[in-house]
């Protein structure tokens, strides 16, 4: 049976078992997913240099006839070294390939190839080590560089390309419409994908990538949209608008901000709709989103409706298990917690009072949407920190009730525009004020001269009974990165922080392990937290009142705002010390911003500006495919062109049932790994 585009990769000529094993570990399981592992680069072979001018110690392009191969050599270790002579008609330069006898085999003499590589030796004697290299007759001149994994090489990855692009040319598709492509200026599909692998030239590359990103951007458009549509059948918790949610709001201790109550009567006016809700309630740090959603629970207890709290950590659902029960209790509602540390015994007991209707609100772990668990009448479901769920488990909690209302809890700051596309199955309500009272956080920017005195002014808010944060970049979480964490919390235990409690908190310790620590630090038994940013997210220490963050100038701003937003959420006036000694343009922008502003939205703009969205989500995306080819910022015209595309396709076919529609709707449900279309 002859290999087709969706065959597994191992059919692909020349992949067998081992190498198709080795393709999977890159995610490409077929000649389609082949066709769509987009280069990272280019090598051009346009622009090689005679090796008279080749510059040492650099990487250089020559164009050599290979006229001598000598035999391998095995030295000690079982190290083989391949060394050839080669010429450019001019001078002569040694080829030495390291260990890869196959890679050196395939070199012929009296053959010329262009080499790329690194370019040793002196003004006598010159030597290219293991370089790139490609037939001095080969048509396209410039060559695709790729991820790769062990086992796979450039070459390799180039010649199966060929081949999955031949299946394609066999069978050819296109996902879009003349009329769309003409309308939208964009290349045909099977020029776009040839070119993105083997351009003509800078600009088809540019051309191709352009079509690509168009289609990935439309494909994200369409599922959202759909995801959102289908969210929008009736629900079965239509609520009674009568009920009075200000018996609540008027009875907290505190007053609401006017954005708290904007959220609060969309919330409220969404809840007594016929279809579900689906919002983004988007809040600063510390901008009183639980107050909000307690609102919420409130109205759905008074109409008999259970709510259901999803926390992305334990620590964190303990601490909204506490605040929504000193909310709520006072009222007549009953909250309970549900976890996975808490013994079996513990958790049937709680279970039994779920279904039974017995409890109005429930706040967990993931342990909430577990199969055992029932709930009598779920109509409410609130998620925390969206970006650590990911849409597979909001969708299992929601399918815990029937078609129950949700609400999206994000303490990350996006800016409209983006959250639009990131949370484009959500309607969205943004809190942009702080709580009456609440002090602004003085921040300041200094260079490491200045540490000793950052770490008195540490110490004199300790001796006043305060707390602190002192956090150390660990990026890569590798073990010489956390043995630095770890010196750095041994020396400043017996240095700066002498005669206070210190902890080291990290990425690498076990969760039980972080949340005992930050039940300590939050009990206040141990006066200085050092950490790495797992700190990050939400848990509340209102005595903590000051942060230290070294080597600043390895966060970005959202996330330097972020951490920020651990100090200050108490009554105490709180501060944050920014330490660096990088003095680049860039860095001391950051720098400068995280001083004059706490306004969170502000400083994602800012961030986005600078970053771009590949930085600025990090590599979860929000739980949303990933994207290979777009760049959501630097693409915001190529966006709106994209929505405005999806909105006149969905309006004409909304389940993409035509047939001109078919091949883009078979690549929706695969971006999205869901059955997301009918």
């Excluded at 009736?234 to 018996?247: P, Q």
């Excluded at 010390?577 to 703009?605: A, Y």
Aim: aromatic content about 8%; glycine content about 6%.
């Amino acid at each position: 049976m002859p290999t087709t585009l969706f065959s597994e990769i191992e059919y692909l000529k020349g992949v067998g078992k081992a190498r198709g094993e080795k393709y999977r570990k890159l995610g490409i399981t077929s000649p389609y997913e082949l066709i769509y592992h987009i280069p990272r680069s280019y090598l051009d072979f346009r622009t090689h240099v005679p090796v008279a001018q080749a510059v040492l110690n650099e990487y250089n392009v020559l164009k050599l006839t290979v006229f001598r191969k000598m035999p391998p050599q095995r030295i000690k270790g079982g190290l083989v070294i391949c060394k050839a002579a080669a010429t450019d008609g001019i001078d002569d330069i040694l080829i030495v390939v390291y260990n890869n006898v196959y890679y050196f085999q395939a070199l012929k003499e009296g053959e010329t190839y262009y080499m790329y590589g690194k370019v040793a030796g002196n003004f006598l004697r010159k030597e290219i080590s293991s370089p790139v290299y490609i037939r001095a007759d080969e048509q396209v001149l410039i060559q695709p560089i790729y991820h790769l994994t062990q086992g796979l090489s450039v070459n390799m990855v180039r010649t199966n390309m060929r081949q999955a692009l031949e299946i394609m040319r066999r069978e050819p598709f296109e996902t879009l419409s003349a009329d769309i492509l003409k309308k939208y200026d964009l290349a045909p599909l099977m020029w776009a994908l040839e070119n993105i692998h083997f351009p003509e030239s800078e600009q088809a590359s540019e051309t191709a990538r352009r079509r690509l990103a168009f289609d990935e951007l439309l494909k994200l458009q369409i599922g959202m949209s759909v995801m959102k549509s289908r969210s929008r059948r009736n629900t079965a918790f239509r609520m009674d608008s009568s009920i009075d949610v200000g018996e609540f709001t008027r009875g907290l201790p505190f007053e609401l901000t006017d954005d708290q109550q904007k959220a609060v009567d969309d919330i409220v006016a969404d809840l007594c709709r016929d279809v579900p809700m689906n919002r983004l309630l988007q809040g600063d740090v510390g901008s009183g989103k639980t107050a909000v959603a307690a609102a919420a629970c409130f109205f759905a207890a008074k109409n008999g409706i259970q709510s259901a709290l999803m926390a992305p950590t334990e620590i964190l659902a303990t601490q909204h298990f506490r605040t929504l029960s000193g909310f709520l209790e006072p009222f007549g509602v009953k909250v309970c917690l549900l976890t996975g540390s808490m013994t079996a015994k513990k958790k049937a007991a709680v279970r039994e009072e779920i279904a039974a209707g017995e409890i109005d609100v429930v706040v967990g772990t993931h342990a909430i949407i577990q199969k055992d668990v029932e709930y009598k009448a779920l109509g409410l479901v609130i998620t925390d920190e969206q970006h650590r769920f990911g849409v597979a488990q909001r969708a299992a909690l929601a399918e815990k009730g029937d078609a129950p209302h949700k609400l999206v809890m994000s303490a990350t700051p996006i800016p409209r525009t983006l959250a639009l596309i990131i949370y484009g199955d959500l309607d969205i309500s943004a809190i942009t004020q702080l709580p009456k009272g609440r002090k602004p956080i003085k921040t300041y920017a200094v260079t490491g001269k200045l540490r000793s005195r950052a770490f008195g002014f540490v110490r004199e808010r300790l001796d006043e009974g305060r707390q602190a944060y002192v956090v150390c970049p660990m990026i890569e979480e590798s073990e010489s990165e956390l043995f630095a964490v770890k010196t750095y919390a041994e020396n400043a235990a017996r240095n700066d922080l002498k005669g206070y409690t210190t902890a080291l908190l990290h990425g690498k310790m076990r969760a039980a392990e972080k949340d005992k620590t930050m039940k300590l630090f939050r009990d206040g038994e141990i006066q200085v937290l050092i950490c790495t940013t797992v700190v990050e997210v939400g848990v509340d220490v209102p005595n903590a009142a000051v942060m230290v963050i070294e080597n600043a100038e390895r966060f970005g701003l959202s996330q330097l705002h972020q951490l920020r937003g651990r100090v200050g959420r108490g009554s105490f006036e709180s501060s944050c010390i920014l330490i660096t000694d990088n003095t680049t343009e860039d860095c001391v922008k950051r720098m400068k911003i995280m001083s004059s502003t706490s306004d969170g939205f502000k400083i994602s703009e800012e961030d986005l500006k600078m970053r771009g969205p590949g930085d600025f989500f990090g590599s979860a995306q929000h739980g949303l495919p990933p994207l290979k080819i777009a760049d959501i910022a630097c693409n915001m015209e190529l966006m709106n062109r994209a929505q405005s595309c999806a909105r006149e396709l969905l309006a004409d076919d909304p389940l993409l049932e035509k047939p001109q529609n078919k091949a883009l709707k078979m690549d929706v449900m695969r971006l999205f790994s869901k059955d997301i279309i009918g």
